[in-house]
């Protein structure tokens, strides 16, 4: 089992920063991948960025150039950092982390963190 808490959320104008922090606890050792997804009021949710050994997966197209995943391995924490922030960019933001134990994937998702941007 692997646990995920989330931090960093808020309200924050048009073109302005916010950093997305994610940290596992528990069953750590066998994470494959770290990422971020999002889910907007009457839209499904859709993948922002992922991250495994410090490869970058996958940028949603609308936030590439802006948004940047990183990880800290020692910590086992995900990060988003989200630049030039848009009214679009507003939705619950989640944490999903994968594991991978004897071949078997398992997901895991953090409790969501809302990101608001408004003028």
């Known amino acids: 089992q692997v646990q995920l808490v989330e931090s960093g959320g808020g309200l924050v104008q048009p073109g302005g920063s916010l950093r997305l922090s994610c940290a596992a606890s528990?069953?750590?050792?066998?994470?494959?991948?770290m990422g971020w997804y999002r889910q907007a009021p009457g839209k499904q949710r859709e993948l922002v960025a992922r991250?495994?050994?410090?490869?970058?997966?996958d940028y949603l197209e609308s936030v590439k150039g802006r948004f940047t995943v990183s990880e800290d391995n020692a910590k086992a924490t995900v990060y988003l950092q989200m630049n030039s922030l848009k009214p679009e960019d507003t939705a619950v933001y989640y944490c999903n982390v994968v594991t991978r134990r004897l071949g078997v994937p398992s997901d895991y998702w953090g409790q969501g963190t809302q990101v608001t941007v408004s003028s």
């Open positions: 991250i495994t050994r410090g490869v970058i997966w």
């Open positions: 528990g069953s750590i050792d066998n994470i494959y991948v």
